[in-house]
């Protein structure tokens, strides 16, 4: 995988010392000497990941972290801070400032590629996701999502000792309802229904951690979950073959639970960022297809969907019939009782159309007061007996609404069956002039057409 990296440091042998190791590797280097020129040079350069030193003068590694987070430009590029320094309190002020990651000096080459490529590949997951949430925000149909506390979050512990166990539960914030599980495939199944966060101790001797992590994450219902591990200082292979089948983060022990609160706060900040933004497009998908007044299918999505269907009966699948139904009368009902009244009626209209129909048929509103229906395998037969129906529903029960007595309504529907090479605009014409036919006929009618049109 290949990415741009922006190095960080005021020591130019630093710098051309890591821009050396990252371009053995093919990633796409550039560097700044300071904080202030970090910030700037992420602006315009747009780089997949940060290296940023810490001790630099003027502006701290700290400080720029704070600064790069807090920029709706900046604040989705993953930061690695680089440092000689290795105490408690400067891990975990890095980490609160935002930083995604602390590597202590020297770095390990082959830690620093497991670390650099786990961020990269989730922030290719990330961006797609955001890509598509900025998309809909700039047409106008879902809002600009905001920050939100991961309350209530769920994490799952699993180790072989539960005294360590009991030692990382007192670690996890307040926000948080841990489950400590000493069983590994309780801990499996306890994610499985549902989880922000699995912490894996690696270093437990009664079972294999790396394979509970392979495992969750080969699971489609547990492939977005962040896995936290924890392994021995001097365990590099193990730290760097979880990051390989991709594990989150991964902490060393004797665990520091200031660190290990910071590092659980992140990830699950994350996690519940990537499931708000993939709630937020499936909102938008939903609008998308949908009709805001009776929240029946709109003209674009049947008309697809349509073509779908017309296509699979001209390649032998099975029939394909249509129905267009329009209320009688509708521009009276606007003129005399108002649009309110009007569109009170078309959505009781719909929710009468829908219970009348059969699981795999499809409802849309095709224009002002026309509604289209798509039933695939069926004929004419079961579409007259469908229309027939419809007609019933609608004029057998007046229309309630909220200013006096009901009013009476009727519909008039128009039916065709799809014929073999036949067109979708031919099949719409044809239910269109079956619908004239029954309106002309006196309306409170089912027509259907005789055959397809020359």
């Not at 990415?3 to 821009?19: F, H, K, S, Y």
């Not at 050396?20 to 990941?49: N, R």
């Not at 002020?93 to 202590?104: I, R």
């Not at 009991?166 to 489950?179: F, G, N, S, W």
């Amino acid at each position: 995988m290949s990415a741009r990296i922006l190095v960080v440091d005021d020591e130019p042998a630093n710098v051309r010392l890591l821009e050396a190791k990252l371009q053995s590797e093919y990633f796409d280097v550039c560097t700044s000497e300071g904080g202030k020129e970090a910030i700037e040079t992420a602006h315009s350069e747009h780089p997949d990941l940060i290296l940023l030193d810490v001790m630099m003068p003027g502006i701290d590694g700290f400080e720029t972290c704070r600064r790069l987070k807090s920029d709706p430009v900046t604040r989705h590029i993953p930061v690695i801070m680089v440092t000689a320094l290795d105490q408690r309190e400067d891990r975990i002020k890095g980490l609160e400032a935002g930083a995604d990651d602390f590597l202590t000096k020297p770095v390990d080459d082959l830690t620093l590629f497991a670390r650099v490529r786990s961020l990269l590949r989730l922030k290719v997951v990330l961006d797609e996701l955001r890509h598509r949430e900025e998309s809909g925000v700039a047409s106008g149909v879902i809002p600009q999502l905001g920050d939100e506390e991961p309350e209530n979050s769920k994490v799952v512990i699993v180790t072989g000792d539960i005294r360590v166990g009991e030692r990382y539960l007192v670690a996890m914030p307040d926000y948080v309802t841990p489950r400590l599980e000493t069983d590994p495939v309780a801990g499996i199944e306890a994610v499985s229904k549902g989880a922000d966060l699995l912490m894996v101790d690696l270093t437990s001797p009664g079972f294999d951690g790396l394979r509970i992590c392979a495992r969750v994450r080969s699971e489609p219902e547990t492939r977005q979950l962040p896995i936290l591990a924890i392994v021995h200082p001097e365990d590099t292979a193990s730290a760097i073959k979880a990051l390989d089948i991709g594990v989150n983060d991964v902490v060393h022990r004797p665990v520091d639970p200031g660190e290990l609160n910071a590092r659980v706060q992140t990830q699950v900040r994350r996690k519940r960022y990537a499931d708000k933004i993939r709630e937020r497009l499936d909102e938008s998908m939903e609008l998308a297809v949908t009709d805001s007044l009776t929240g029946l299918h709109n003209r674009r999505y049947i008309g697809s969907r349509l073509r779908k269907a017309v296509d699979s009966t001209n390649n032998g699948g099975a029939p394909v019939s249509i129905l267009i139904a329009d209320i009688d009368h509708f521009k009276h009902i606007n003129d005399e009782y108002g649009h309110d009244v009007g569109d009170q009626i078309l959505k009781t209209f719909a929710s009468r159309l829908t219970t009348g129909l059969r699981a795999l048929d499809l409802a849309a509103r095709y224009g002002g007061e026309e509604f289209l229906i798509v039933m695939p395998g069926a004929g004419m037969a079961e579409a007259c007996i469908a229309g027939e129906r419809l007609r019933a529903r609608i004029a057998d029960q007046p229309f309630s609404w909220d200013g006096g007595d009901p009013i009476p309504v009727t519909v008039s529907v128009g039916l065709a069956q799809v014929t073999s090479g036949e067109s979708v605009e031919s099949v719409l014409k044809r239910a269109d002039a079956a619908l004239y036919k029954a309106k002309h006929a006196g309306r409170n009618q089912v027509g259907a057409s005789d055959s397809a049109a020359a």
